[in-house]
């Protein structure tokens, strides 16, 4: 789960970190009744799950109530594309506006997951803003790392370590840095996140310390247990497939290709997908429908699966453990009689109670299905029917 940056600084603020103040609105008159409040100058920012939005003209600093009034109007009215979004980016509904500050430097300081060493990782770099991407690729050197003990978190010789690489060494500074860092940690743990990020981390001209911009992810695994996040999570934001499928249990992942994969189980989802590329199709998405499927669930499946108008063809690879195969292909047959099937849908089917599946398909004869005798054969014609 992603939040948007105004929700970002709200942890990070509840945590110690220092953060200009703001305000968020969704309205041109609201983001000029917030400039007048902040007032003198401020940096109107869109409040997408995005990056990349100072490069792409969705993060403006402006200096009266005429520019926050064209800034305004200009992100609420046109989508925004940068590197993050894909061609056709995406539509801004909500604004921040912040009271801007001068800046003398800016750095970045991350904590996230690092799977290889199962641990928490700092990374902190004097090179922060908008270049971090091509600073880790070419001068990875200038990213400092420190691994977290899962149970001590950041202890002090880390934070010092971390502090005096980002260059700061008046006391005040290195003080309130050092504080920044126990925040971000302190948010990383609190809420089970995947990611914690602030870039820029800025000093300012007059010497404070303030994070201006912020990124988070959750373990989506681990939402349940914070009501805090429950609250802000944002729908509007998210792929309304992806969102029914939660509603039902279901596990969808859109792609970009033409092949719909109905699978019970993530790694057969991943050797599904495998061996339709290695056919030379592109699948469209998946979706998992889980070990202990229903009828009810399976139907939902197809209706999502055929709600995307990218989708040519239906691979469906079931191997029938605790789910079962007749199950299934009832359920293929009620989608079909319901929502009809207008494409070719290949089915291959393999465990439990199979030949009483085969069987159902068989007395339903339905022209669009495709009867498969392995994977193989189920892929290559998934693929042929879509060419
Ligand atoms: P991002 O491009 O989506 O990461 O958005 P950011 O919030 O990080 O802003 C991008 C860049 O805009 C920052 O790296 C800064 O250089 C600049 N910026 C953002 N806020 C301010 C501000 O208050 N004052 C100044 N001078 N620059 C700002
Ligand atoms: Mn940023």
């Known amino acids: 789960m992603k939040v948007h940056e105004y929700q970002a600084r709200e942890l990070l603020e509840e945590c110690g970190a220092p953060v200009p103040p703001s305000k968020v609105v969704e309205t041109v008159d609201q983001a000029l009744s917030a400039y007048d409040e902040i007032g003198q100058m401020v940096v109107v920012k869109a ?72 641990c928490p990782v700092v990374m902190v770099s004097r090179e922060g803003g908008v270049e971090i991407e091509e600073v880790a690729e070419k001068n990875p050197d200038a990213i400092v790392k420190q691994w977290l003990d899962p149970h001590l978190g950041l202890v002090n010789f880390q934070a010092a370590r971390l502090v005096s690489a980002l260059g700061l060494k008046e006391k005040s500074q290195v003080k309130s840095a050092t504080k920044v860092l126990r925040a971000l940690v302190d948010v990383f743990y609190k809420y089970d996140c995947a990611l914690a990020e602030i870039n820029p981390l800025v000093l300012t001209r007059g010497g404070d310390i303030l994070a201006i911009d912020a990124k988070m992810n959750f373990d989506d695994n681990a939402t349940f247990r914070h009501k805090r996040l429950q609250e802000m999570f944002d729908p509007s934001e998210e792929n309304p497939a992806e969102l029914r499928a939660k509603e039902h249990d279901l596990t969808y992942i859109a792609l970009d290709g033409n092949i719909g994969c109905l699978v019970n189980g993530a790694g057969l989802a991943m050797s599904t997908m495998d061996i339709i590329k290695l056919h030379g199709g592109e699948p469209a998405n998946f979706l998992d429908v889980g070990g202990s499927v229903t009828k009810e669930g399976a139907i939902e499946a197809f209706r999502i699966i055929l709600s995307d108008e990218k989708v040519r063809g239906v691979l469906v690879n079931i191997f029938g453990g605790i789910a079962k195969c007749d199950t299934i292909a009832e359920a293929l ?9 207008k494409i070719p849908v290949v089915v291959r089917l393999e465990g439990t109670n199979v030949e009483r599946a085969r069987e159902l398909l068989k007395e339903a004869n339905i022209d669009a299905l495709i009867p498969a005798d392995d994977l193989t054969d189920a892929a290559k014609k998934a693929c042929a029917q879509v060419a």
Request: charged content about 25%.
């Open 47 to 118: 409040q997408v799950f995005a990056g990349g939005r100072g490069k792409a003209g969705f993060v403006k600093l402006c200096n009266n109530r005429d520019e926050v009034k064209t800034a305004a109007e200009f992100m609420l009215g046109n989508r925004m594309v940068s590197k993050q979004t894909g061609p056709e980016g995406i539509a801004v509904k909500k604004l921040l506006i912040a009271s801007a500050v001068d800046i003398e430097s800016e750095y970045y300081v991350a904590v996230v997951l690092d799977r290889t060493k199962r």
């Open 333 to 341: 047959i009620a989608a079909a009689n319901e929502i009809g099937f």
